[in-house]
């Protein structure tokens, strides 16, 4: 059964960081692209970061390039987001999620919440 | 890549057909998605290409559309089609949202 269990969310001031992961278990991590996709509750999905197989290639949101910085380890089936000079408005539940072929995320974590606030 | 979704909000009887659209900015070919999310639950794949049914999923959802204009249309509405529906462009970073549209009950 393919699991994502994100961890690392909290509160935290403005200006401040947190680094979030995401466990992987029931497929071969390293066969997938993974993502990163919050969503403030009652509003809309806003998609993050996203990073291929082999840490190649990676993408980020306008809204959090030069902060935050995705990456992954497929040894332990774990993927991460280091999240610096963290806003107000990056509030949210933050979710992981594979990437298949097609680029669709077929599966998602239930999130991990993060609050940012003085 | 700016995805817009019309309407934002639909409403509907159980029965109806209901096409939701989603035009992309710029040309994105047919790497388009779309998801159905239910209130305190994870988004669900529907549709991807564009226009492939993801696995599992009913056969009265189809897509629709390439290029700049998409459709998601739900042949015959049932009880737990009532959700809120996302497209999702899938070319190249960033993977952007449309803002949503909630499906409604009548």
């Known amino acids: 059964e393919v699991q994502l269990v994100e961890s690392g969310g909290g509160v935290v001031r403005p200006g401040g960081s947190l680094r979030l992961s995401c466990a992987a278990s029931?497929?071969?991590?390293?066969?997938?692209?993974m993502s990163w996709v919050r969503q403030v509750p009652g509003k809309g999905l806003e998609w993050v970061s996203g990073?291929?197989?082999?840490?190649?290639?990676?993408g980020y949101a306008d809204s959090v390039r030069g902060r935050f910085t995705i990456s992954r380890d497929n040894a332990k089936n774990s993927l991460f987001l280091q999240m610096n000079s963290l806003r107000a408005e990056d509030t949210a539940l933050y979710h992981c999620a594979r990437d298949v072929g097609s680029g669709i995320k077929d599966f998602w974590g239930q999130g991990t919440l993060v609050t940012v606030s003085s | 890549i700016q995805l817009t979704q019309s309407p934002s909000l639909l409403s509907a009887s159980v029965g109806d057909r209901v096409s939701i659209t989603c035009r992309a900015s710029q040309d994105i070919s047919s790497y388009l998605a779309w998801y159905q999310q239910k209130p305190g639950k994870a988004p669900k794949p529907l549709i991807y290409?564009?226009?492939t049914l993801q696995s599992g999923v009913p056969s009265r959802f189809s897509g629709s559309g390439s290029g700049t204009e998409f459709t998601l249309t739900i042949s015959s509405l049932q009880p737990e089609d009532f959700a809120t529906y996302y497209c999702?462009?899938?070319?190249?970073?960033?993977?952007?949202f449309g803002q949503g549209t909630k499906l409604e009950i009548k």
């Open positions: 999702q462009h899938l070319n190249s970073y960033p993977h952007s």
């Open positions: 029931g497929f071969t991590f390293d066969d997938y692209a």
């Open positions: 290409a564009a226009s």
């Open positions: 990073i291929n197989w082999n840490s190649g290639t990676t």
